[in-house]
């Protein structure tokens, strides 16, 4: 689900709760609003029982289905968890938390490197990975950024025959040795 379309659903949603929640409350208060509406429609079900229950049951439905699409607007469809290759044997899948593991098994080898943390994501065919990293401070950042870089893309490649179109790595901390 494109951006712009999440957004036009989860503004639509909010909306609509909105109403349905009123519409919900309103045969509990002041029938005024309710009053003028049925009035146009000449209506006169408004004064009974049952029009307090149906309308509740509306309102109710409604806000409910607004909430069902909110969530699913604000959740969306990220990127896959597998990525699939078929073969004469048959198809592999290979799932992101496989690649995420290459990534930081390559990413933690470097020295001057304190911790990592990857993130595969699989975007029809391409692959992209993103490493957050913590370094040290008598480190040449580029420099160790770089060779990262180099060695997730070729690892990943090689030992999955999937091809990595990027590699970011997002240096969050750089600490003293010992810390």
């Given at each position: 689900m494109n951006t712009f379309f999440r957004v036009t659903v989860a503004i639509y949603a909010f909306i609509s709760t909105i109403i349905g929640a009123v519409v919900m409350i309103s045969p509990f208060?002041?029938?005024?609003?309710?009053?003028?509406?049925?009035?146009?429609?000449?209506?006169?079900?408004?004064?009974?029982?049952?029009?307090?229950?149906?309308?509740?049951?509306?309102?109710?439905?409604?806000?409910?289905?607004?909430?069902?699409?909110?969530?699913s607007g604000i959740r969306g469809k990220g990127s896959s968890k597998y990525i699939s290759r078929d073969n004469p044997a048959g198809t592999v899948n290979i799932s992101a938390v496989s690649i995420e593991n290459i990534a930081l098994a390559m990413s933690r080898r470097f020295q001057g490197v304190k911790d990592a943390k990857a993130k595969a994501i699989f975007r029809k065919d391409a692959l992209t990975i993103s490493i957050r990293l913590q370094a040290y401070t008598d480190v040449n950042l580029p420099e160790l950024c770089k060779g990262i870089q180099?060695?997730?893309?070729?690892?990943?490649?090689t030992s999955t025959d999937i091809k990595v179109q990027n590699v970011t790595v997002n240096?969050?901390?750089?600490?003293?040795?010992g810390e």
């Open positions: 208060g002041e029938k005024k609003l309710m009053n003028l509406i049925l009035e146009r429609a000449e209506i006169n079900l408004y004064n009974s029982n049952a029009y307090d229950v149906i309308v509740f049951i509306i309102g109710l439905m409604f806000m409910l289905v607004s909430i069902a699409i909110l969530s180099e060695r997730v893309k070729e690892s990943i490649e240096v969050e901390n750089v600490s003293q040795q």
